[in-house]
């Protein structure tokens, strides 16, 4: 029974190592396609494309402000404490591509 429940991931792991290579595959594919379509709608001088599948809007570089909020926590710890709010999140797993441990390399998070 104890060599039973060591061995319930079994079943999953192999299913979660082919969905992440696919999924590994078509992030790429898309990737790809999106930097097509990118430059092909810079290219046609193209704002916004839409088909009855797909509505396409071409965002321009931009610059933005990001706030450091770690930086802030370390030199304002009253301030930040005042303007925080405590949150529960539900229960979920984190998934973790294990890494060799000769390598000495951290495992990736990968969903």
Do not use: C
């Amino acid at each position: 029974m104890e060599n039973n429940d060591e061995k319930w991931f079994d079943k999953y792991e192999q299913q979660l190592k082919e969905l992440l290579e696919a999924k590994t595959d078509i992030d790429s594919r898309l990737e790809n396609l999106r930097k097509q379509i990118l430059v092909q709608m810079i290219d046609h001088k193209e704002e916004k494309l839409k088909t009855d599948n797909f509505s396409v809007t071409l965002a321009p570089p931009r610059y933005f402000i990001q706030f450091d909020s770690k930086r802030f926590k370390e030199e304002h710890e009253e301030l930040f404490a005042q303007y925080s709010t405590a949150k529960q999140k539900e229960a979920t797993i984190i998934i973790k591509k294990s890494r060799t441990k000769s390598t000495g390399e951290e495992d990736e998070e990968i969903i």
